[in-house]
């Protein structure tokens, strides 16, 4: 049998590539299959090199809330490429982003760019530490902010048995070479479940730099907080000293223009946003009230980087924030019905014919499915770990 094109893209791939790919979570560990080799995309679609054409629910993670080649990302690129593409200087459109981002986000008083979302909790929570003078960080299971050592703890799932007590899990990191030292200060407690917070907040609140949790939890689910359970973060976090860090790389102009912080009224004291803050490309930033974020001036905490505000990402993010924002933010209420019909639509499937005990789950555009097929689950839809 001839093999198609992503077949022999896979055979040449695999042998300068790891897995063919550039992250594991595209390759066969993820899919369990030769991974498609996509050639363009257009709105709501993808096309693989075999000419295949898709409908793209996934939105390469999330970071195309205009999604693919919109015309007015395409013309804004065409037009600044040409007039260079990165200086590493002060630029009016990075005062001019930064200006959208405080008019919209309330808790935001003062910004940072970045690249990634890793990067981004890097320096948030080297900003909390330097901030309170404290260590220590609480963190919750299933969470990922990032493939860093001090974080990358207890975000896969797990067997029940391999967890430990909820008062104290078992702390598990995700990958070899990371050293015990990075993430002794780690402290790890089931997410949802407010009793096991307030336990280890009478016990290390005071210690704590930062709690850091997803709005949503999206790295393992689409899950959302029960009702009053950010809030109750928050309320923990001021009465113990420690900051309140809203990581909304996922859900951050995704669930709601202001994120989880607008659809759960919260006020994080740090927060971080990635993803569809880009448009498409790498972009990030880390925001907060001048007085936290006035920790970074002048280096006291050093957070550097040669691609920061990148002059072509900042002008994609600016016409995307516009343009969704446009008309009484039209284009963050089209997300948000699109995804609710469409989890509506395929929780109904399941009601009425569930051999393979299909599970879906979702908070506004942002939805999973789970395949329940001889006691496993398979992740099939939205895998977020990009
Ligand atoms: C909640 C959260 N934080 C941080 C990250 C890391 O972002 P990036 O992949 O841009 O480094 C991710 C990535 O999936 C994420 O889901």
Known sequence: MTKNTSESLFERGSKVLI?????????????????????????????????????????????????????KIVTT???????????????????????????????????????????AA???????RGHTGRRKIIKFEGHYHGWWDAVLLNSNPQPISALG?????????????????????T??????????????????????????????????????????YLNRIQELCNEHGALFYLDETVTGFRVAAGG??????????????????????????????????????WGKVLHFGTHNAGRLALHICKTMLTTMLDDNQAGFIKI????????????????KNNKHKMICQGVNSMFQIFLQIKKKFLITVTFVKA
Not at 86 to 95: D, I, R, S
């Open 77 to 119: 690129v065409t037009k600044e490429i040409a007039r260079g593409s990165h200086f590493a200087t002060a630029l009016e459109v990075e005062v001019e982003v930064a200006e959208i981002l405080v008019n919209l986000l309330p808790h935001v008083e003062k910004v940072r760019f970045a690249n990634t979302g890793t990067e």
């Open 187 to 228: 402290i790890i407690v089931p997410w949802n479940d407010l009793e096991s917070l307030e336990r280890v907040m009478a016990l290390h609140g005071r210690d704590a730099a930062c709690v850091v949790t997803e709005g949503v939890m999206s790295n393992m689910g689409v899950i959302a907080p029960k009702p009053g």
């Open 19 to 71: 897995e063919g790919v550039s992250s594991a979570s595209r390759g066969p560990a993820a899919f369990g299959t030769t991974p498609r080799y996509m050639s363009h995309g257009e709105g709501s679609r993808l096309y693989d090199v075999d000419g295949r054409e898709y409908i793209d629910w996934m939105m390469a993670f999330g970071a195309l809330p205009l999604g693919h080649a919109h015309p």
């Open 122 to 128: 890097m320096a948030a929570i080297r900003l909390a």
């Open 336 to 351: 948000k019905d699109l995804g609710v019909k469409l989890t509506e639509e395929i929780q109904a499937i399941a009601r």
């Open 165 to 185: 007590h909820p008062n104290s899990p078992i702390r598990i990191p995700d990958s070899s070479g990371i050293t015990e030292e990075s993430w002794m200060d």
């Open 260 to 297: 989880c912080a607008e659809l759960y009224g919260l006020k994080p004291d740090i927060v971080t946003y990635g993803k569809a803050l880009g448009g498409g490309v790498p972009m990030a930033a880390i925001g907060g009230s001048d007085e936290i974020m006035s920790g970074l001036e």
